[in-house]
């Protein structure tokens, strides 16, 4: 800079200016406990100060150089800002799906405060702003995975509680099928699937001691991953994504750490304590009609084009206990309404456990808690060797009937991170921890405090906004 232009400054101003821009941009260094933005200060310095390095040497230039580089800087500035904003303090999510419906709807936009927990500090810190994993049109990564940074977390408003609405990365979501079709898919789900139709005369696991269970699911998994591995014109190549880039859930917190989750006939217990159902929780009912659902009964009872296509389809349909009952009263319209019965077990979490477990009867299963311990055995290892292996970095194997974490034998493990349990409140139409298991702390993302914007999908143009959900607070909704 000319020296002409050094003596118009008011040093004065200018050495409060950068004296007040410091003292906040080291609070936020003391609060994300990371010295590492020390190397910015001198350039803070030199803005303020020296102004030896022409920040904004464009404005000097004419014509076009002068208009396209404005844009530029202007534009850069406000991608730079919003990946602060969405990194540490607040991002916008929508509802993609019916997994919690009738508490939050398809279409609802969310206002995610990530004060609430604590903003994490970025494994992958270097990623285009406004993506989560995948560039838009390219079709490609949105990140780069060096450097990557351990897990660290900055001091929050507080910690998860009980029935929280969380948004959170999806723990399954750390291998996936590249191909955009099977993106969405549990890629082990599909591997166990795909091994199950490959040899479709099994032995039972009942009759098999815990060695050979955990044998015969070891080569029912493999054979669907070489499945899909020789298939790569239909399921794509393999793919791994860091935990702060997979996609992003929305559910309900029903299992703290440190508790003992069970569930009978539908009904959350901790510790032997019933749950709070949500107020507007759903359960599938099998549904036999005498004519169509006139349309203004439709949107009384809150149900959908999607709920419709379920009925048509499948024979069930996602209904809350007011909808039941307003039903079952309407002889007119309806001719049978029964609760669904799914006693699947193929599906549930553990996928290699055996359990005989449901989505409805689940458990008694003990949630991993930090710094504590649990005894382990060939029977409840598959509950937790995800837990061990996956989310907490260690190497194990199984050999000789004898359980090896980190090349030593282990009859014990002792956690190091808190872990949750997420359910939809539309229970039997939601893809949660009874299928993929626990929510490990490094996978929080935040919480939503209110409905900024909901559309309803079903419905056009001012129609479809749901005017009675704006602003309304996430917290109030039971």
């Known amino acids: 800079m000319e020296k002409k232009e050094k003596e118009k400054l008011n040093m004065k101003v200018q050495w409060t200016k950068f004296a007040i821009v410091i003292i906040l941009y080291l609070l936020f260094l003391v609060w994300l406990k990371s010295w590492l933005g020390l190397i910015v200060v001198p350039f803070i310095y030199d803005i303020y100060i020296t102004k030896k390095i022409r920040w904004q040497w464009w404005k000097d230039a004419e014509g076009p150089v002068k208009f396209i580089m404005s844009w530029i800087d202007a534009l850069v500035f406000a991608l730079v800002a919003v990946y602060f904003i969405n990194l540490f303090f607040f991002q916008n999510y929508v509802i993609p799906s019916s997994s919690l419906e009738k508490s939050l709807l398809t279409g609802d936009y969310l206002f995610v405060s990530k004060m609430s927990y604590g903003p994490r500090i970025p494994e992958t810190p270097l990623t285009l702003p406004l993506t989560q994993h995948t560039l838009p049109i390219f079709e490609c990564k949105s990140y780069i995975e060096w450097p990557h940074w351990d897990y660290r977390r900055a001091k929050g408003f507080g910690k998860v509680k009980l029935n929280d609405i969380v948004v959170f990365n999806y723990p399954a979501g750390d291998t996936l099928c590249a191909a955009p079709q099977y993106q969405a898919h549990d890629f082990y789900q599909l591997c166990y699937q795909l091994g199950y139709q490959i040899y479709p005369q099994r032995p039972n696991p009942d009759s098999l001691s815990a060695m050979q269970r955990r044998m015969y699911f070891d080569f029912i998994y493999q054979a669907g991953r070489q499945e899909v591995e020789r298939n790569q014109a239909e399921y794509g190549e393999i793919i791994t994504r860091p935990a702060d880039r997979r996609e992003n859930y929305v559910k309900r917190c029903v299992g703290l750490p440190g508790k003992t989750l069970q569930i009978k006939n539908r009904i959350v217990y901790l510790d032997g304590k019933a749950n709070k159902e949500p107020d507007n929780v759903q359960y599938a009912y099998n549904l036999k009609l005498k004519q169509n659902l006139p349309e203004?009964?439709?949107?009384?009872?809150?149900?959908?084009?999607?709920?419709?296509?379920?009925?048509?389809?499948?024979?069930?349909?996602?209904?809350?206990?007011?909808?039941?009952?307003?039903?079952?009263?309407?002889?007119?319209?309806?001719?049978?309404?029964?609760?669904?019965?799914?006693?699947?077990?193929?599906?549930?979490?553990?996928?290699?456990?055996?359990?005989?477990?449901?989505?409805?009867?689940?458990?008694?299963?003990?949630?991993?808690?930090?710094?504590?311990?649990?005894?382990?055995?060939?029977?409840?290892?598959?509950?937790?060797?995800?837990?061990?292996?996956?989310?907490?970095?260690?190497?194990?194997?199984?050999?000789?009937?004898?359980?090896?974490?980190?090349?030593?034998?282990?009859?014990?493990?002792?956690?190091?991170?808190?872990?949750?349990?997420?359910?939809?409140?539309?229970?039997?139409?939601?893809?949660?921890?009874?299928?993929?298991?626990?929510?490990?702390?490094?996978?929080?993302?935040?919480?939503?405090?209110?409905?900024?914007?909901?559309?309803?999908?079903?419905?056009?143009?001012?129609?479809?906004?749901?005017?009675?959900?704006?602003?309304?607070?996430?917290?109030?909704?039971?």
């Open 296 to 478: 203004e009964l439709m949107e009384d009872l809150g149900i959908t084009m999607e709920d419709l296509m379920s009925l048509n389809t499948a024979g069930y349909m996602p209904l809350t206990k007011r909808a039941v009952s307003t039903l079952a009263k309407r002889k007119d319209l309806v001719e049978s309404i029964k609760i669904s019965d799914d006693n699947s077990t193929l599906d549930i979490y553990p996928l290699n456990g055996n359990t005989h477990w449901t989505r409805d009867n689940y458990g008694p299963v003990w949630i991993p808690a930090k710094g504590q311990s649990i005894q382990l055995t060939l029977d409840n290892l598959p509950i937790y060797e995800r837990c061990i292996r996956t989310y907490e970095g260690n190497t194990l194997e199984v050999a000789d009937g004898k359980i090896i974490i980190n090349g030593k034998v282990a009859t014990s493990y002792t956690f190091k991170l808190d872990y949750y349990w997420m359910m939809g409140d539309n229970r039997h139409n939601s893809l949660d921890s009874r299928y993929w298991g626990f929510v490990p702390e490094d996978h929080i993302v935040g919480k939503p405090i209110f409905i900024w914007w909901s559309s309803d999908p079903d419905r056009n143009g001012f129609g479809g906004i749901r005017w009675s959900r704006l602003f309304r607070f996430v917290d109030n909704i039971k």
